[in-house]
């Protein structure tokens, strides 16, 4: 059983960025590949980017390439999301989820814990 917290979220004016974690308490993250998706609400949940349980690949959904990047450091227990000239449609609930010796999933089907969600704002 893997419990995930995202924290960073927040406040920003567009133009501004933030870094979102995401961590887990019962277990190490070690192993598992992490995705970040986005949620407003009554809209489907959207993939943002996910990074494999190695960290030797990832992926990124096409209209955030370049603005959004997604790391993770195995030995702090931690994968971040940079988030850099965000915009008001980038505000949503974020969301990250891991998937045991997961790839870089694009959906939210395959993952099998998923964290309460941190709240990202950006004012115009």
């Known amino acids: 059983q893997v419990q995930l917290v995202e924290s960073g979220g927040g406040l920003v004016q567009a133009g501004g960025s933030l870094r979102l974690s995401c961590s887990a308490s019962g277990r190490t993250l070690s192993k598992y590949a992490v995705g970040w998706f986005r949620q407003t609400p009554g809209k489907e949940r959207e993939f943002v980017a996910a990074?494999?349980?190695?960290?030797?690949?990832?992926a990124y959904a096409d209209s955030l390439k370049g603005r959004f990047t997604i790391s993770r450091d195995n030995t702090k227990n931690t994968v971040w999301l940079q988030m850099n000239s965000l915009k008001p449609e980038d505000t949503a609930v974020y969301y990250c989820?891991?998937?045991?010796?997961?790839?870089?999933?694009?959906?939210?089907?395959?993952?099998?814990?998923w964290g309460q969600g941190t709240q990202v704002t950006v004012s115009s």
């Open positions: 990074i494999n349980w190695s960290g030797e690949s990832d």
């Open positions: 989820a891991a998937e045991y010796f997961g790839r870089a999933r694009v959906t939210t089907t395959q993952y099998d814990y």
